[in-house]
């Protein structure tokens, strides 16, 4: 079955960088869509970052110019490379990936486990 494994993530001093991966494994057709998402204890989960497959991105306000969202030349790994981090930026980040199993078939949505990001002052 499809699986999304995240990895990095961690503990930086503000103004430092980090970077993410999501990959993806099993049977896939196509990933149209990838995105990150953050969510901090009593919010509702934020959109960070979105990369199609034709490498369009799009991004929060909050991170723009300081966070950079992209995918490998296979299609099945993505990245967000952070940088300038803030306090305000520590969530837990989670990879979603919208993706067709066979060419018939709507796009589905999966998740990576989430990871711990933490900014300190």
């Known amino acids: 079955q499809v699986q999304l494994v995240q990895s990095g993530g961690g503990l930086v001093q503000a103004g430092g960088s980090l970077r993410l991966s999501c990959a993806a494994s099993?049977?896939?057709?196509?990933?149209?869509?990838m995105n990150w998402y953050r969510q901090t204890p009593g919010k509702q989960r934020e959109l960070v970052a979105a990369?199609?497959?034709?490498?369009?991105?799009n991004y929060a306000d909050s991170v723009k110019g300081r966070f950079s969202i992209s995918r490998d030349g296979a299609e099945r790994t993505a990245y967000l490379e952070m940088d300038s981090l803030k306090p305000e930026d520590t969530a837990v980040y989670y990879c979603?990936?919208?993706?067709?199993?066979?060419?018939?078939?709507?796009?589905?949505?999966?998740w990576g486990q989430g990871t711990q990001v933490t900014v300190s002052s």
């Open positions: 979603n990936f919208r993706i067709k199993l066979r060419w018939y078939e709507l796009v589905a949505d999966y």
């Open positions: 099993g049977n896939i057709f196509s990933i149209p869509t």
């Open positions: 990369i199609t497959s034709d490498g369009s991105t």
